[in-house]
């Protein structure tokens, strides 16, 4: 009887202690990265097409990527993994959270990542597809574009010193950097094409692992252009971008470049500024101010919404080209993640 008692003793520790192990471990994990806040699916269909409605140019990025969370089964789970990586290596180098400062826990902080990668340079193909001649922009405008990408991203363009004070300290060199691979030209009798993707199956993206792939082309209903998120199908990965919104480009004012830089910040995992979801949704980054909405034309500041001054500037927001010139600290954070060992964009590096 002794022996049994003593058993079921041990037994009983065993158990104990597994369920102490496990409890320990959840506890770390829900203490040190807080995934409440995180979400994919957005109003953006119902929002994008009332914009639209509205004749004002928009992003198809978070339309795009409801449609493709439909048709690819696991893609929530291997976009929710994405963001767990960010989030932990974020936490690693001792950058706090706070999304936007609505409460939640999971947001990217701000400061430099000590991420020893150096300047990120990427490799970019061009398709351009083209259904007439003034669809088919030149070399000197794919090159322009190229260096408007540059400039935004390493924070050297002409704008910086328009930044108010409030944000001043927020601009980010993000260390990216972009070279022209190759330029491909195909000629189509498709006038305008819709977002379904269907100009990539045409003209599929060359090793989109290891290279950026843009789709320039005439794209129906007012978009301007959209990109696909890290984790989404490698058949379809890259940019789709309006040809005339290219510097020099008829799709005013919307037409020096940074049409391409908004796309190519949501293709290195960035949302819109006000996070699809008004004041209570995030864009996961701590130091963009909350807001309800996006922003047009050059809004004067400060412009306040949900008890904050937007920062209107930014390369995610709606205005015009000429209006927005910075990405925050946060952003960057965010963006450098993604290219660490095992990172949803890692094999972009030292190509």
């Given amino acids: 009887m002794k022996k049994t008692l003593l058993c079921m003793a041990a037994i009983a520790m065993l158990f104990a202690s597994c369920s102490d192990d496990k409890s320990e471990n959840l506890s770390q994990d829900q203490t040190q990265i807080d995934m409440s806040d995180f979400y994919l699916y957005t109003d953006a269909d119902v929002d ?25 089964p696991g893609l929530d789970k291997k976009m929710y993994d994405i963001e767990y990586q960010t989030r932990s290596l974020i936490s690693a180098k001792g950058k706090p959270g706070g999304g936007n400062g609505n409460g939640n826990g999971g947001g990217s902080g701000g400061g430099d990542p000590v991420d020893n990668l150096g300047v990120v340079n990427i490799p970019v193909y061009v398709h351009v597809v083209y259904s007439n001649a003034q669809q088919n922009v030149n070399d000197q405008q794919i090159n322009s574009q190229i260096n408007v990408l540059n400039n935004d991203f390493r924070a050297s363009n002409n704008d910086i010193n328009q930044v108010p004070s409030d944000f001043a300290g927020l601009v980010a060199d993000s260390e990216i950097n972009f070279t022209l691979a190759g330029t491909f030209r195909h000629s189509n009798s498709t006038s305008a094409w819709s977002t379904n993707d269907a100009v990539k199956a045409a003209y ?34 890259g940019v789709v971008v309006l040809y005339s919104s290219l510097p020099g480009g008829s799709a005013a004012p919307y037409n020096q470049g940074r049409t391409l830089t908004h796309e190519v ?87």
């Fill in 204 to 237: 599929p993206p060359v090793t989109p692992s290891t290279h950026l792939n843009i789709w320039v082309c005439n794209i129906s209903g007012g978009i301007l252009g959209y990109a696909q998120f890290p984790g989404g199908p490698s058949a379809t990965d």
């Fill in 265 to 351: 910040g949501h293709y290195l995992n960035l949302r819109h500024i006000w996070g699809d979801g008004r004041c209570k949704q995030d864009d996961f980054v701590a130091d963009t101010p909350s807001s309800d909405g996006p922003n047009y034309g050059c809004p004067s500041f400060p412009t306040v919404n949900c008890r904050s001054t937007d920062m209107t500037m930014n390369y995610m927001d709606y205005v015009d080209d000429a209006c927005m010139y910075m990405f925050s600290e946060g952003q960057k954070s965010r963006m450098r993640t993604i290219f660490q060992s095992g990172g949803s964009r890692a094999a972009l590096v030292g190509n």
């Fill in 48 to 72: 994008e097409a009332s914009r639209q409605a509205k004749g004002r140019p928009v992003c198809h990025s978070m339309v795009n990527l409801n449609r493709l969370l439909n048709e690819n």
